[in-house]
């Protein structure tokens, strides 16, 4: 056994050379897709494909390409372009976030400017479209329909949920929304432009979907439970800035007595160091913790459903191990 997809998910020899292979031409496209003449922008437009990633979302569309014809001509384009999209969304995401560190770097919108970061976005999301015209309207629609769901899942967020609306429903949408819909794409964008039939383009695309919402309710629990940066931010960062995540939502849906103090200090501006460990402390502790585990492993378990519908191969071994993985990632 071998890996040649992210998390060192195990893999036969065979299936681990071809991503080796085809995430190499991936990379090659995508830094010839972050060139230009102005050095500014090639300069930025650089700054996060070379800190590197997991290439996750390409790795996808080359797992779901193997549904169909692997080598087919579209296939790294457009694991090429979801990652562009993918990236430009983190350079505006670091303006509004007003983040100054992203993969272990200095921040594009601190390096630069807010202005440059913005633009670099753009410019990543023009050289995606670019790239993404040469695979036929099909894709040019997938593709569009998902810069949408990215963009209201967004407003949605910073909205926040109506009067009236359940509070956990709005949040599951949003991470459907900003989240899981890039994914789905990854798996849809590579399953058709492979030449696979249409249901097992819809089985793919609904399972990545799901692998999608439940990365994200992993790191959910991963910011609050992790004693050490395993989720790539310092653990209680989203406490700290007031994001209610989905242990959170399921305390503040409580109305048991007990738990008055932290409900009370879920309500509180958490910048201050001791009442941050305090109720990160309570968090913790909490019975919201495994409500919200118990929900990553049934959106973990619905992907595996579909994915075992799926021919019996080893990309369907790589993609439901990432099922587990996405689970066992929390402890």
């Known amino acids: 056994m071998n890996s040649g997809v992210p998390f060192g998910l195990p893999v036969d020899d065979a ?23 102005d ?23 080359l797992l779901a390409s193997h549904f169909g014809d692997p080598a087919a001509a579209g296939v790294v ?12 969304t983190l350079y505006h995401d670091d303006v509004m976030d007003e983040a100054t560190m992203r ?17 670099t976005g753009d410019y990543l999301f023009a050289q995606a479209s670019d790239l993404l015209a040469g695979l036929g309207p099909e894709a040019v629609r997938i593709q569009a329909r998902a810069f949408a769901r990215l963009v209201r899942g967004q407003i949605a967020e910073t909205s926040g949920p109506p009067a009236g609306a359940d509070p956990l429903k709005h949040y599951l949408q949003v991470v459907a929304d900003k989240t899981a819909s890039l994914i789905a794409v990854s798996g849809h964008l590579g399953a058709l432009l492979a030449g696979a039939d249409p249901q097992t383009v819809k089985t793919i695309t609904d399972a990545c979907e799901k692998i ?74 909490h019975p919201a913790m495994e409500r919200a585990r118990a929900d990553l492993r049934q959106w973990a378990e619905d992907a595996r459903s579909d994915l075992l519908t799926l021919p019996d191969i080893p990309a369907r071994a790589a993609l439901t191990g990432l099922c587990d993985y996405v689970v066992s990632r929390t402890g």
Not at 15 to 36: F, N, P, Y
Not at 212 to 239: H, M, N, R, Y
Request: glycine letters at 6%; proline letters at 4%; hydrophobic letters at 45%.
């Open 212 to 285: 999608g919402v439940a990365f994200q309710l992993s790191d959910d629990i991963l910011d609050i439970a992790s004693e050490s940066a395993q989720s790539g931010k310092t653990p209680g960062t989203d406490l700290r800035e007031g994001i209610r995540t989905l242990p959170i939502l399921h305390v503040l849906a409580s109305t048991d007595p007990a738990d008055a103090r932290l409900r009370e200090l879920l309500g509180r501006d958490l910048t201050d160091d001791a009442l941050h460990a305090e109720a990160l402390s309570l968090l913790r502790a």
């Open 39 to 61: 050095p500014l922008l090639a300069q930025a437009s650089k700054h996060l494909v070379d800190a590197g990633g997991k290439r996750f979302r390409p790795a996808l569309v």
């Open 77 to 88: 384009p457009a694991a090429v372009v979801v990652e562009l999209t993918h990236l430009a």
């Open 15 to 37: 299936l681990a050379a071809d991503m080796r292979e085809r995430l190499a031409a991936v990379e090659e496209l995508l830094s010839q897709s972050v060139t230009s003449d």
């Open 103 to 119: 993969r272990g770097e200095e921040s594009a919108n601190t390096r630069w400017t807010n202005t440059v970061a913005i633009l």
